[in-house]
Nanobody
């Protein structure tokens, strides 16, 4: 099993920056991908950014050029640097850790609120 815990959310003005952190513990040797998803009120959870254990990254179009995902494998931690935040980035951000063994296995954090005031 893998446990993930997020930190770093908060309230920021439009144009500002925040950095989210997510630490994984437990059977971390099995993790392939770590990523960030978000869910705004009344909407489905969506992918924000993901990074695999080789450092390959993928971003949602809406955050490209503004958000950067990084990973410290030695610390089993993933970061999301969010710059030039917009009101539409307001959401609960969830950290995800996943490994593949016949099927995909997902582990989620409890979520951290990011609120961007316009």
């Amino acid at each position: 099993q893998v446990q993930v815990v997020e930190s770093g959310g908060g309230l920021v003005q439009a144009g500002g920056s925040l950095r989210l952190s997510c630490a994984a513990s437990g059977s971390t040797f099995s993790i392939n991908d770590m990523g960030w998803y978000r869910q705004a009120g009344g909407k489905q959870r969506e992918l924000v950014a993901v990074i695999d254990n080789r450092g390959n990254t993928r971003y949602a179009d809406s955050v490209k050029g503004r958000f950067t995902i990084s990973r410290d494998n030695a610390k089993n931690t993933v970061y999301l640097q969010m710059n030039n935040l917009k009101a539409e980035d307001t959401a609960v951000y969830y950290c995800n850790a996943a490994y593949y063994s016949v099927f995909r296995h997902d582990f989620w954090g409890q979520g951290t609120q990011v609120t961007v005031s316009s």
